[in-house]
């Protein structure tokens, strides 16, 4: 089959490899016919390529039809139209059944010292093979599925696997209060969807972002924006002019660890992403810093009082936090990548034909399988508009 592969720093291609088998009793194969490329793969192709290895196959977001069960599998069908979700968790041990599927204690990736395995998501995730590709290995298939309508348009249910559970957790982490208000920091795909699903719970959403189109598809939803690049370092004094000198009373953080902003730690870690990886691995794992601008940016926006909802990927394992400032203001910091299983049944009747969060439109680009190079180039240098592309393993 073809699937896009990782060959190095900024480097993808797309290569004829194994199709997949059932290789455990609870195996399933779907035959992928949609898959997009998240905001979070852009940090294999940048920062963390000292975690993969040539020929990975890269992906977390797909959907598909299943071609093959195992013996084990008892909810699935062959031809069934599922979505599948980022993390392949049971469904069944303690974590699982508190709803905390990103920390399943079956697929824990415990050699890493990390949570469930992840599709796609280098050795810190169990070096799963992703669903940028025309077929994709499901384990746990009997819980790592979210069935869908056999005429289910795949523009708008292919988000359940990652970007609309994100951002639906990434507000109810926020815990606003009803009426209230929310800064969202970053409006690439999660940042976007965060803002469009906080606007219609009927919260006052303030976006932000210094990319024009990123900007203006927000602003479309009649939902507030302030342009970065016209505030610079007044960005936390003009929200408090907004909000009656407090700021607002929670805020998303939906940049992570590749903030601008943030010189000294954009140089340390493109350094570290040039090293051979037997040396940036441990790098990395000892001495790492993220990009913190968009964190602190937070901290100072937030009301006293209130809630930093981080959604944003951070990598780093020695950041220094403001420790004074966030105890100072009694801020509460919630995190974590979504448990998708947890959401998926408060999205699922937002994705009728009313579709409330516009997710049949939410797509800024579909190409072919073939073109995954040039749509991560795209996408990583934030060309033509682009905030989310979507690849078509048939075309």
């Known amino acids: 089959m073809k699937a896009v592969t990782w060959q190095g720093k900024r480097d993808v291609s797309v290569e004829e490899v194994p199709d997949p088998g059932i290789r455990e009793p ?3 194969v779907v035959r992928v016919t949609s898959t997009a490329i998240c905001g979070s793969d852009l940090h294999l192709y940048e920062l963390l390529g000292a975690y993969m290895s040539p020929g990975d196959v890269l992906g977390h977001e797909p959907m598909g039809i299943v071609e093959e069960v195992g013996p084990g599998v ?3 069908s062959v031809g069934d139209r599922v979505v599948v979700p980022f993390q392949i968790s049971c469904g069944e041990c303690e974590m699982c059944r508190q709803g ?8 824990q990736v415990r050699d890493q010292g ?3 395995a992840l599709f796609g998501y280098s050795k810190l995730y169990g070096q799963v093979p992703g669903g ?3 077929y994709l290995r499901v384990p746990h298939a009997d819980f790592t599925h979210i069935r869908v309508p056999e005429d289910a348009d795949d523009t708008r249910y292919l988000f359940l696997s990652d970007v609309l559970p994100t951002a639906w957790q990434a507000v109810e982490y926020a815990a606003v209060p009803d ?3 929310v800064t969202v920091l970053g409006l690439g795909p999660i940042g ?7 606007h219609h719970r009927g919260l006052r959403v303030i976006g932000v972002d210094l990319v024009p189109e990123r900007l203006d598809r927000v602003a479309a ?5 302030i342009d970065l690049r016209a505030v610079g370092d007044g960005l936390a004094d003009a929200i408090r002019d907004r909000t009656e000198g407090r700021g607002t009373d929670a805020v998303i953080e939906a940049v992570g660890m590749e903030a601008h902003g943030s010189p000294l730690a954009a140089t340390a870690q493109r350094a570290v992403s040039y090293l051979p990886a037997r040396v940036a691995r441990p790098a990395m794992d000892t001495m790492s810093v993220d990009r913190l601008a968009a964190l602190h940016t937070a901290i100072d926006i937030v009301r006293r009082g209130g809630t930093i909802s981080i959604i944003g990927v951070y990598g780093g394992t020695v950041d220094p936090m403001p420790m004074r400032t966030l105890f100072d203001k009694q801020i509460q910091l919630r995190m974590g990548q979504a448990n998708v299983k947890r959401w998926a049944d408060d999205i699922l009747p937002l994705l009728d034909d009313s579709d409330p969060l516009g997710a049949d439109s939410f797509a800024t680009h579909r190409m072919p399988l073939s073109s995954a190079p040039q749509a991560y180039q795209m996408f990583q240098a934030k060309q033509d508009g682009a905030v989310k592309v979507v690849l078509d393993p048939a075309a």
């Open 74 to 76: 008892r909810d699935l």
């Open 114 to 116: 990390c949570g469930a």
């Open 221 to 225: 939803r009649g939902i507030e924006t």
């Open 26 to 28: 609870g195996d399933a």
């Open 100 to 107: 905390l599927m990103t920390q399943c204690e079956t697929t």
């Open 179 to 181: 009426g209230g208000s």
């Open 132 to 134: 940028q590709a025309e």
């Open 192 to 198: 976007d969807m965060a803002a469009r699903v906080a």
